[in-house]
């Protein structure tokens, strides 16, 4: 039997504390701190989902993006799940290092209160 009650198969992972950019908007800009995890409790993490029917996989932050092993967290989650959402702020180039799949998407989050650059 799954650990998960009501067959849930999508799970959100904060992978991250850090963050790249400094949002008047953030939600979660008060409890800030480095904390990150490891990557190898990452992929122990996503063992365990996997195993309890967890299909899809939300990775979140901070921004993840400036995780240390930020490739190698996504390596893992597409050798685990079907399908992944990036959450990020898009800042990083890191991102473009990335080959996602047509079950994976990147979702922006960001504020737009001042010009961007083309950059």
Avoid: W
């Avoid at 790249?20 to 995890?37: G, I, L, V």
């Avoid at 996997?50 to 190698?72: S, Y």
């Amino acid at each position: 039997m799954s650990a998960f009650q009501n067959n849930h198969t999508t799970m959100r992972v904060y992978v991250t504390e850090r963050c790249n950019a400094n949002c008047k908007s953030c939600f979660n800009a008060m409890s800030r701190s480095n904390a990150e995890m490891s990557t190898n409790d990452f992929s122990m993490l996503c063992d365990y989902l996997k195993e309890n029917g967890i299909t899809f996989l939300k990775i979140m932050g901070g921004e993840p993006t400036v995780h240390n092993d930020f490739e190698k967290i996504i390596e893992i989650a597409q050798n685990h799940f079907t399908g992944l959402s990036l959450f990020t702020n898009g800042i990083n180039r890191r991102i473009k290092n990335i080959h996602f799949r047509d079950t994976d998407s990147v979702v922006f989050n960001f504020l737009f209160s001042k010009l961007l650059s083309e950059e």
